[in-house]
């Protein structure tokens, strides 16, 4: 009977294990996994920056280049500068970061867990929204600095300076 | 086993080293390409100045790129040697280097050292900067009011009254020329890279740039600073002209046009201008009624050779395209105000306007 009740125990109070696969991705406060998932994600907006340099270069290949519209080419060249900076280099630093520092320091992980992985997700959101301003075709276009006053409603009158602002 | 070792260590060697033949290999390439080309030919090298404000930086990234250079050389050369005399080798085994806290007296020397180069470089960096943003006064400062526009540029001469112009700058040689710009809308940057650095114009501010042309002749430039839709579109051209030449130019340049006596096509072509929508925006100092501030002052407009942000030439074929669809040639959005609407002017209109714009000139003497 002492037995019993023991099994019984066992399984109510079973000792918490990371999960594993998709669900285990997208749970995860593990500061080694979320590390791994900024490196991916800032390698796949890096995939998608390199393209946008490659349309600005076939853009810039030839005089009076026709590959792209003004219009568009002045977006393709403040996305693919709006990418690396905060798409790319900043995740990447924070993938290393979160990777290698706990375990440099000896810490078992991140200060606070959930919002490093909040941080992550948001990150990630952040950059899906400021893609999506493609759907409309008006992504940004006042350059990745965006100075005042040509990022502003009198000089870019479209909805691209919003994505810039509310997806940054 | 010893040869396989020498042979993979050798092999190391010429990977590292392919990093250097590369950089040696193209600079040699750059070395041939150049000598094709005329020293100073290229119409925007900041490395072949003219005046003496572009000279003076220039000299100074001169001195600092050999300060750069030394350090460079000395700093790689250090770690080469690091890497290969303390490489792990094949007969350490457990051995472990020798194990230190550091180098107090070392680290001293390696922090003041590089404090005393940056101090020495400062020198002249600071007299330079303190020169360059030195406002010159007096009797033979010429001084030249621009303010930057989407997408060209408006020059002003104070000191010729009424004496306004468009994305083509003339000033004297052997003579300060002190420009004080502007912008009317967004940021641009006045960059002449042959006879001064950038400067950025700001609304609501007024920068100091200073041009020192030795010789005469034509200095190209270009808006620098992302201005929005036609920025590539936003060019200048900076046309140095022996001293008594241009104040030739400028007290002819600073009269009102006569234009009374034209006729025919002419004739059509200025009263279409007067009662069309282009003294909206356009004026043309002599034409009564024409007094817009929108657009570049037309008044001798066909003694410049370049026009709408100095992209295309004044020639009648480009001047009937532009005024056939101005979006069409150059992008721009009229439609907020910011560039020339397309107009929708039949060809007869177009002719008569062309017709009237080439009596815009400087009269035969």
């Known amino acids: ?168 | 086993m010893r040869a396989r070792a020498r042979a993979g260590w050798r092999w190391r060697a010429l990977t590292a080293l392919l990093p250097v033949t590369t950089l040696v290999v193209t600079a040699c390439a750059t070395n041939t390409a150049q000598t094709t080309v005329e020293q100073g030919a290229l119409p925007q090298d900041a490395l072949s100045p003219v005046g003496r404000f572009a000279i003076q930086t220039d000299e100074l990234w001169n001195l600092v790129l050999w300060v750069a250079i030394v350090i460079f050389v000395f700093v790689e050369a250090l770690i080469v040697v690091a890497i290969l005399r303390f490489r792990e080798r094949p007969d350490d085994g457990d051995r472990l280097p020798k194990q230190i806290h550091g180098n107090p007296r070392l680290e001293a020397i390696w922090t003041v050292i590089p404090a005393l180069i940056l101090a020495g470089v400062a020198v002249p960096t600071v007299r330079v900067l303190f020169d360059l943003a030195d406002e010159p006064e007096g009797n033979n400062v010429l001084s030249v009011d621009v303010i930057g526009h989407q997408w060209w540029w408006e020059y002003q001469y104070p000191q010729f009254e009424g004496l306004e112009t468009a994305n083509i700058l003339h000033i004297p040689t052997d003579q300060t020329v002190v420009l004080k710009a502007t912008s009317d809308d967004v940021i641009h940057s006045f960059w002449v890279p042959k006879l001064a650095g950038k400067q950025d114009t700001v609304p609501g501010r007024e920068s100091l740039i200073k041009l020192y042309a030795d010789e005469p002749g034509e200095y190209l430039g270009q808006c620098a600073e992302f201005c929005g839709l036609s920025h590539a579109n936003m060019r200048l051209r900076v046309i140095a002209h022996e001293p008594a030449d241009f104040q030739r130019w400028a007290q002819q340049q600073a009269r009102s046009i006569r234009l009374d006596r034209l006729s025919g096509q002419a004739a059509r072509g200025r009263d279409a201008f007067v009662e069309g929508a282009c003294v909206g925006c356009h004026s043309i100092r002599g034409l009564e009624g024409a007094s817009g501030t929108v657009g570049p002052d037309l008044t001798y407009f066909s003694d410049r050779g370049w026009f709408a942000g100095a992209i295309f030439e004044n020639t009648d074929e480009s001047l009937r395209d532009w005024l056939a669809d101005p979006p069409k040639m150059k992008p721009m959005e009229p439609g907020d105000g910011r560039g020339m609407p397309d107009l929708n002017l039949s060809d007869q209109e177009i002719d008569a306007l062309v017709a009237f714009l080439r009596e815009l000139k400087t009269p035969d003497q």
């Open chain 1, 1 to 168: 009977m002492a037995t019993a009740a023991m099994e019984q125990r066992a399984t109510t109070f079973r000792r918490p294990t990371a999960k594993t696969g998709l669900v285990g991705w997208l749970t995860t406060v593990d500061h080694k996994k979320i590390g791994i998932l900024y490196g991916v994600t800032a390698f796949a907006f890096f995939i998608v920056g390199g393209i946008e340099a490659l349309l600005i270069r076939l853009q810039l290949a030839t005089p009076n280049g026709q590959v792209l519209s003004a219009d568009v080419y002045n977006q393709i060249f403040t996305m693919h500068g709006v990418t690396m900076i905060f798409l790319v280099i900043m995740p990447l630093t924070a993938a290393f970061m979160n990777y290698v520092m706990p375990i440099q320091i000896g810490a078992r992980d991140m200060a606070f867990p959930r919002m490093n992985a909040f941080s992550y997700w948001v990150f990630l959101f952040g950059g899906i929204f400021l893609y999506s301003s493609f759907l409309f075709g008006q992504a940004p276009l006042g350059g990745w600095f965006g100075y005042a006053p040509n990022s502003t409603f009198t000089y870019n009158p479209g909805v691209g300076m919003d994505f810039y602002a509310i997806g940054l």
